[in-house]
């Protein structure tokens, strides 16, 4: 590791723990935030930025998972069956991210993903009619988690995206109350960024200043967040997830 630079790795704490109070309420900003962050505001390469959130993603959203769980927000069978295919893809799609850098740059792989998320939630929150009913899970649904694995484990593995896009299908796929839906995405993603930031490591893809102020910052971050996220009404919880992706748009297309 290079010299420290005091100043730069408060400012990653800092980051980190911003990052962190979103993730904890929402699950949503570790790729769309965090990532852009470190891009906008520290001017990390987009490889560098990937695969640094990815690792300091993985403790936060191991930390925002435990916190859901004691609230039994995550629905095991769901997340055991969303990554029994998520993990293998999402190592694969970061050993890869370099190529796939030089085919489609990742600043428009995230650009694109925020905007079908924003898109898709508006749908779901503001179009689709109805309140949230008990969740069951049923065959279809059982067929399609392994499906949505693999897709959501390759953009995970590439982008280090995990929190809003699986925010989104478990929403309005799988048709999963939000709380639910928060913490089943803390699970699968916390598992599933540990492999691709293995593969990141081994690809060369760290900046591990960054890392040293982002974990700090994002573990307690998340840990807050998560601890009062039931407390918070489903509307500004849905409204909070709609602002922060607009907000991660504006950051990565300015």
Known sequence: MADINIVLLLGFALWGAVVGVIVGFTAVGIGLLGVSGLMIIFGLDPLIAVGSMGIAGFFLMLSGAVQHKKNNNIHIPVALMTAVTAV????????????INEIIPLRFILGGIIILSVVLLFYRYFIMKG??????????????????????????????ISGSILVVMFLLVLQMPAAMAVGTTSAVSA??????????????????QAIAGLIPGALIGAAVGAKFSDRVPVKVLRIGILVILLAAGIMIFV
């Open 88 to 99: 293998p893809f999402s190592y694969i799609a970061a050993s890869f991210s370099e190529e």
């Open 131 to 160: 309140d949230e009913t008990p969740f069951q899970f049923s065959k279809w649904k059982k067929f399609t988690a392994p499906v949505l694995g693999i897709i959501l484990g390759g953009l995970m593995g590439v982008t280090s």
């Open 191 to 208: 598992v599933s960024l540990m492999v691709a930031g293995i593969a990141h490591i081994q690809g060369g893809n760290i900046d591990w």
